[in-house]
């Protein structure tokens, strides 16, 4: 058997972690791992299966440890073991961190916690708070209070996540301890709703979309547009293994309550259904949004699923009038005009709107769109004001 052994160097919780290279040989179906304070008369026998790794729990401290491996056949025939490994724990110097209780989120409630340690030596010089690798990504440790703080993103919603909190003096090498605790975060549903532009008077539509982390069969709702810009909301399924029920609480207010039809149900990133709407006549230009509120959502067992707030559309209603709209996009600064097809426009800037500086042209468009998008200069990194004008 090929054998090639080491130990990590990371102390974690009372806890090192051995790992060898896997034997080549094909009839290898697991191995067994060894360890103990004796080389000679093994304390320890653990059957790994066929894992590579096997983290050492509840080991003291300034302590002399050996450990060694075997590979077993499918009848149990066990190789010659690996030349032992001996290491070392190290000392904390008295630090002593807190016990860390496990944790369950329920979306959208973040995660804070303060860390307590214990220095009865007195070492001297700051102490210093850390995470470990593998903490999930997002969560933050101030290092000298020790304070965490996490608001797990969507993604990171109905997973189990393995946090090391880790507490260090200034001294070289210093003294350390370190805590092990678990985050799970239960599963949540989220509803969102793109965006569109529209022309004042006409028809437009927005889908909407659910992202769940878990599996859900029932979701219900308000869906809420702008009063006295929108009329006549319709909902058109996009899927037909669900049933849409409506209750009509006003002409751009509306309850829905979509319930899976079959043994399917909704899981991960799905568009539901398409939002059409008629946008009000004899009005000016304006922003509006259509968006999602009281949202209850269950698995298919009946039991309610968290909810995480989720996008609000961005309408835009095009009238006789032009907006101007500043956004960063991917890092880049644009401007987006928007007025009525075949309109011709100027827009100019300025670094100052007190009346004391001059407004230059930057850009002249004749529409063919209800908007349209220019490239600024991401170089220049001044305070610009911009203004559109017809002509």
């Known amino acids: 058997m090929l054998c090639i052994f080491w130990v990590s160097s990371v102390w974690a919780d009372q806890s090192v972690t051995a790992t060898w290279q896997a034997s080549p040989d094909p009839g290898v179906a697991g191995y067994f791992f060894y360890y103990g304070q004796c080389s000679t008369n093994w304390a320890f026998k653990v059957d790994v299966g ?142 969102n709703v793109d965006s569109t532009v529209v022309a004042v008077g006409g028809d437009g539509f927005v889908t909407l979309s659910s992202f769940c982390s878990g599996c859900v069969s029932n979701l219900n709702f308000e869906l809420v547009a702008p009063e006295g810009w929108v009329s006549r909301l319709k909902i058109n399924p996009l899927m037909t293994n669900f049933t849409i029920d409506q209750t009509l609480l006003g002409p751009a207010d509306v309850v829905l309550n979509i319930q899976i039809t079959d043994t399917n149900f909704f899981h991960g990133n799905q568009d539901l259904a398409q939002i059409y709407f008629t946008s009000t006549t004899g009005l000016t230009s304006a922003f509006g949004s259509i968006s999602v509120s009281n949202l209850v959502a269950l698995d298919p067992i009946g039991i309610q699923v968290g909810s995480v707030p989720g996008a609000s559309s961005r309408l835009v209603f095009v009238g006789q009038d032009s907006l101007v709209e500043a956004r960063v996009v991917n890092g880049l600064r644009q401007l987006v005009l928007y007025g009525p097809v075949g309109g011709n426009y100027q827009i100019q800037s300025s670094t100052n709107v007190s009346g004391k500086g001059p407004w230059m042209s930057k850009f002249s468009a004749q529409l063919t769109n209800l908007y349209q998008v220019f490239q600024l200069d991401t170089n220049n990194i001044c305070t610009e004001y911009y203004r559109a004008s017809s002509y």
């Open 50 to 191: 066929t894992n590579s790794s096997y983290i050492l729990h509840g080991l003291n401290e300034e302590s002399t440890y050996y450990c060694s491996v075997t590979a077993y056949d499918p009848s149990s025939n066990e190789s010659a073991p690996c030349d032992p490994v001996a290491f070392t724990t190290p000392s904390t110097g008295g630090l002593q961190l807190s016990p860390i209780s496990n944790q369950i989120l329920s979306p959208p409630q973040a995660l804070f916690l303060t860390n307590a340690v214990t220095n009865p030596n007195a070492l001297p010089g700051s102490l210093i708070f850390s995470l470990d690798s593998g903490s999930p990504q997002g969560m933050y440790i101030n290092s000298l209070s020790g304070q965490i703080f996490w608001n797990p993103t969507l993604q990171q919603m109905g997973s189990s996540n393995l946090v090391v909190v880790r507490v260090s003096d200034t001294s070289e090498p210093p003294f350390t301890d370190t805590k092990v605790f678990n985050v799970v975060v239960k599963n949540a549903a989220q509803l």
